[in-house]
């Protein structure tokens, strides 16, 4: 039984004859019942669990991070670990999915805009310790109150198993962070009912070996096949008459390409009004992210962890995430405005340096240094280097529209010192200037807040159309919590597609989610101590100054697996020599 289509050149019959399994298997896919597939999930969970180590090393490998290096963290965290997160996600709500009584145990809540607010994070005595201090909500779109919001989660799940329609959909892998594929594959297989063509990302696909095993529960049931291959493979695919649906994280360009065509004919279609596609997308495509730095008085050690958080937003995987910060938006006349960036210039300069891994990084750095008016350089290890440019002059249409995907930060100054006001005025600077509305993210000072006023502060976030906002946390948090929605803020369209259409993850399985948001403390402990912030965070684990991360990313997704208070001490141990 072929179950990874190995081939390296084209072969539409290789590919038909993928397509062919699955489709005769998606019927009997779509009526697994969910005892079948808490089975299945659990089954997933443990086979990731023993070839975590595996994975991690050779995604390390072909990143190029020295032997050794704590930056392999990053892969534990956003690879084997989301996945077995993503398990337990969906193996605690189909477990309670009688009556929706998964739905008893969330807190709601009303906001200052009117929505629905539902808490996800913490959920369980481990989220209080492991991630304390760190919450999340999904907010629902207008319309989701107390009382539909059973009718508005698990739809997909209220008919019965027997009477679903089998089909089949075509998941286009990311090339840049290990989780997205496997991630994407379980939403549209486990809310969709869907079997599932995954296309590995040239990029990536070293990674197949590892999925293949992770994911064989499926394979073997031929509701999943993993192929490889260029985008001739993905445009033969994408027009399969045997595939109904396709899910894309990548570049709004490919997308485009998909849903109108290439050159020519796509300016044509899309003039025209008449797609090319004639099937459902959804997609995630990445944004030009925002952090939105609210004047304060901050302390020499709020201003240095401060650096540290705002150099993660950036260069975590050396700055090839859709939901890297690229826009740093600061009080022009915030008086330690310049200290904060000379400390930020020190946390990167102090960094161990990688190389820019993704291709077309080279090119497209250049191109953000040919349209800056400034440039300046910060040289990190031997490999690494980040581009810092000011962004306020003039459009700036490569800083604003366009997402550079790599190491790159451009820097917006605003002319408001009062902290509201700015705000309101960062928030409009985002909303109207910046590309795209995946994820922001907000840095503000317990004290700025209550100045501020709790009200009138979610009032203003409630403005900022964003599908993923951190505040004092950095929006990547809502990507490895998969409990939380992941996509843009709604309202894209197929002609202005922005961020992308639809959202994944979500393993409470809500239908109408707007958006995320986390919130994490101001100071990481014992800082926090004096504050009375509630936290056992020193450092969190996936700051890229984080000393022993590759340490608690191993221990993190051993204690995901198998959560035990025996695994605990030697996370704390680590944690407390980051």
Request: net charge positive; charged share 20%; glycine share 8%.
């Amino acid at each position: 039984m072929n179950q990874i289509n190995r081939i390296d050149c084209f072969d539409a019959d290789a590919l038909d004859a993928d397509v062919a399994v699955v489709s005769a298997a998606a019927t009997s896919w779509a009526h697994t019942t969910t005892a079948e597939r808490i089975a299945i999930l659990d089954e997933i969970r443990d086979r990731t669990a023993a070839v975590a180590d595996g994975w991690v090393g050779i995604a390390a490998r072909r990143k190029l991070l020295p032997a050794g290096s704590p930056l392999a963290g990053e892969e534990w965290l956003s690879g084997p670990y989301a996945l077995i997160s993503a398990c337990n996600g969906l193996i605690e709500t189909l477990s309670n999915l009688d009556g929706k009584r998964f739905l008893r145990r969330l807190r709601k809540r009303r906001t200052a805009t009117g929505q629905l607010a539902v808490r996800v994070l913490p959920h369980t005595l481990w989220d209080r310790l492991l991630l304390s201090g760190v919450s999340a909500e999904i907010w629902m779109q207008p319309g989701v109150t107390s009382d539909n919001l059973a009718s508005h989660t698990a739809s997909a799940y209220d008919a019965p198993a027997a009477g679903r329609t089998g089909r089949v959909g075509l998941v286009l892998g990311a090339g840049n962070i290990a989780a997205i594929a496997p991630l994407d594959v379980l939403h549209m297989m486990f809310v969709e009912h869907r079997a599932v063509i995954l296309k590995m990302n040239p990029v990536n696909d070293y990674l197949t070996e590892y999925l293949s095993n992770a994911l064989r529960p499926l394979i073997v049931r031929d509701a999943l096949r993993i192929v490889r291959g260029g985008a001739d493979v993905g445009a033969y695919l994408c027009a399969h008459p045997s595939i109904s649906a396709i899910h894309i994280t990548g570049a709004a360009a490919s997308h485009d390409a998909i849903v109108w065509g290439a050159g020519a004919e796509g300016v044509a279609n899309r003039a025209a009004g008449t797609p090319k596609l004639d099937k459902t997308i959804t997609s995630e495509l990445g944004a030009v992210c925002p952090t939105i730095v609210v004047p304060g008085s901050w302390s020499r050690a709020d201003l240095a962890f401060q650096a540290e958080h705002i150099a993660t937003q950036k260069l975590h995987n050396s700055g090839f995430n859709c939901v890297a910060c690229q826009m740093l938006v600061i009080s022009a006349p915030w008086t330690q405005k310049e200290a904060l960036l000379d400390r930020l210039r020190r946390v990167m300069a102090s960094l161990q340096g990688r190389p820019a891994y993704y291709p077309g990084a080279a090119a497209r750095l250049s191109a953000f240094s040919d349209e800056a008016e400034r440039i300046e350089r910060v040289d990190f290890g031997t490999d690494g280097v980040c581009l810092l440019a000011p962004a306020q002059a003039t459009t700036h249409g490569r800083m604003t529209q366009t997402e550079v995907f790599g190491p790159a930060l451009s820097v917006h100054e605003i002319g408001e010192d009062d902290p509201a006001a700015f705000l309101a005025a960062a928030i409009d600077y985002a909303n109207t200037r910046l590309h795209g509305t995946l994820g922001a993210n907000i840095l503000i000072h317990p004290a700025t807040l209550r100045q501020i006023g709790q009200r009138r502060f979610e009032e203003l976030l409630g403005g900022l159309r964003y599908g993923a906002i951190a505040i004092n946390a950095w929006s990547g948090l809502a990507f490895l919590n998969t409990a939380c929605s992941w996509g843009a803020f709604p309202g894209h369209t197929l002609h202005d597609v922005g961020s992308g259409i639809g959202v994944v993850h979500n393993t409470w399985l809500f239908d109408r989610p707007e958006r995320s948001v986390v919130r994490a403390p101001w100071r990481p402990f014992p800082r926090n101590l004096l504050s009375g912030e509630l936290s056992l965070l020193p450092k969190p684990p996936w700051f890229v100054s984080h000393r022993t991360q590759h340490h608690m990313g191993r221990l993190l997704t051993r204690f995901q697996h198998r959560p035990s208070l025996l695994k605990l001490p030697r996370i704390f141990l680590h944690a407390l020599r980051g």
